[in-house]
């Protein structure tokens, strides 16, 4: 009996360990196929579009390697003219009235001449030697020097440049078919991508660094027309001019800028907006722009509340230019355009860069809000000039503690609500001077300089410029409905 009883203990044992096994081995491989089985059932994301599915590279060798052979050095030559005491600022000058002084007793003070050497970079856009650059890489060279990745050099030279957006074409004669650059889409460019840069940096050549795109569209202040590339990708003096690749090994933009005390800020033109002015560049040597011949100005809070409007869009219109096409449309001073050919202008720069863009004698349609009220003008675009730029700027009739002014026309002072020949307009302020600090702005009416009452911009500048030598002077300013005086100090 105790022995059937240890018997039937033994084969209880054998039976709960098989079934505990039986059961351990079941539950680890129901959470094996949990994890890790890919069944028909299992939904599997379907790819996206090529950008979308951009990862960080294992390594940029293969690209870099592939793109390096269209990406040239360029090293230029120029002569810089100096000469005469009054160069160096000398103390003695206040005393004895500059070389005038030395000239009179010992002749003409030599002028000398030497040569400044600078550094770029620049990529082949095509096989027989056309060559993107920077403007201010080959600007006033004597002599331009081009460098090829196989070490083989070319003297160029300069086909059509545009200093309004700092880009240049150059030309060298190869002795054979180069390899060029793909042009990439700068449009479709999207914050956040992997791009890499290849140029000349300190004169270290063919320097590759990589980074992303940290934003795009950046208004630096470097001219007119900008809508820079922002990208942390290293760039320093020497990479101008070079090209910024995405990473497919397209160019889609032209390295240009770095904030000097910043790190990781560099700036990119867009490729579009190079590829837009090549054939003005090839064939003319510069650049012909479409013009409104309109001054205009972005819609602060304030302005947008005393027109009674909803937000602050659109640009507002300071000036028309008698004779340009905006003028000839009908438009007026105090409209806001807020619609060209149906893109909406959220500001002044978007109405610059907008009409810029546009063919000279292209018709558009100009929407634009005057009283409250939408018109619709039909423009024919005009040639943007320096005529034109250098009327505007002779209509401030000069600075003078920090004041640009103009006359108050009829159109103006309907617009401001004032009489015309009531004083003088300020159309800018400068920053940082005199002006600034007190806080004078722009559209305030100066009705006296001193105890002199200013009717019009030759009283103001015959007052404001005898005042020069004075440590101070006293203004009587009009802004809105509110008349006071402020004080001017050297």
């Given at each position: ?417 004032v009489s015309a020949g009531s004083g003088v307009v300020v159309v800018s302020v400068e920053e940082g001077s005199a002006a600034d600090d007190v806080g004078i702005q722009v559209q305030d009416i100066i009705l006296r300089v001193d105890k002199v009452r200013i009717k019009s911009t030759r009283d103001y500048l015959r007052e404001i410029s005898g005042k020069k030598a004075k440590s101070r002077v006293l203004l009587l300013i009009k802004r809105d409905k509110t008349t006071f005086f402020v004080t001017l100090r050297k």
């Amino acid at each position: 009996m105790g022995e059937d009883n240890k018997n039937r203990k033994t084969f209880l044992m054998f039976l709960l360990a098989f079934l505990i096994g039986f059961f351990l081995i079941s539950f680890i491989e129901v959470l094996r196929s949990s994890f890790f089985s890919v069944g028909p059932d299992v939904q599997i994301a379907t790819a996206g579009t090529r950008r979308e599915t951009q990862f960080t590279p294992a390594s940029f060798a293969d690209l870099a390697d592939r793109l390096k052979p269209a990406v040239v050095n360029i090293s230029t030559t120029k002569t810089i003219e100096t000469g005469g005491l009054d160069s160096f600022g000398s103390p003695l000058d206040r005393f004895f009235g500059g070389d005038d002084f030395f000239d009179r007793f010992f002749g003409p003070t030599p002028r000398r001449k030497f040569k400044q050497r600078s550094l770029g970079s620049g990529f082949i856009i095509s096989s027989d030697g056309y060559i993107f650059t920077n403007n201010h890489v080959v600007e006033q060279a004597d002599k331009i020097a081009v460098k090829l990745s196989n070490d083989k050099e070319y003297e160029a030279k300069v086909i059509g440049k545009d200093p309004k957006t700092d880009i240049a074409l150059i030309k060298i004669k190869p002795e054979g078919s180069l390899p060029v650059v793909e042009i990439g889409n700068s449009d479709e460019l999207r914050v956040g991508e992997w791009v890499l840069a290849i140029g000349n940096p300190f004169g270290l050549e063919q320097t590759v660094t990589a980074g992303i795109v940290s934003a795009k569209g950046r208004v630096i202040g470097a001219g007119p027309y900008d809508n820079f590339i922002q990208t942390d990708a290293s760039i320093n003096p020497g990479n101008s001019g070079g090209p910024l690749f995405d990473m497919e090994g397209k160019v889609i933009g032209i390295n240009t800028a770095i904030v000097a005390h910043g790190q990781g800020i560099g700036f990119a033109i867009p490729i579009s907006m190079a590829q837009s002015i090549l054939p003005d560049l090839k064939f003319k040597g510069k650049v012909s722009r479409g013009w409104l011949g309109v001054s205009v100005q972005d819609i602060t809070e304030d302005i947008a509340r005393s027109l009674k409007k909803k937000d602050a869009s659109g640009a507002l219109i300071t000036d028309v230019f008698e004779g340009d096409p905006a003028h000839k449309a009908g438009l007026k001073i105090g409209d806001i355009v807020t619609e060209i050919n149906g893109k909406k202008i959220k500001d002044s720069h978007e109405l610059l860069m907008t009409v810029a863009a546009f063919h000279i004698g292209n018709r558009i349609e100009v929407k634009a809000l005057r009283d409250g009220k939408e018109m619709t003008f039909r423009v024919v675009v005009g040639e943007r000039k320096e005529r034109a730029e250098l009327a505007a700027t002779k209509k401030e009739m000069g600075k003078y503690f920090g004041i640009g002014v103009r006359d108050i026309t009829p159109e103006i002072a309907q617009y401001l609500g004032v009489s015309a020949g009531s004083g003088v307009v300020v159309v800018s302020v400068e920053e940082g001077s005199a002006a600034d600090d007190v806080g004078i702005q722009v559209q305030d009416i100066i009705l006296r300089v001193d105890k002199v009452r200013i009717k019009s911009t030759r009283d103001y500048l015959r007052e404001i410029s005898g005042k020069k030598a004075k440590s101070r002077v006293l203004l009587l300013i009009k802004r809105d409905k509110t008349t006071f005086f402020v004080t001017l100090r050297k």
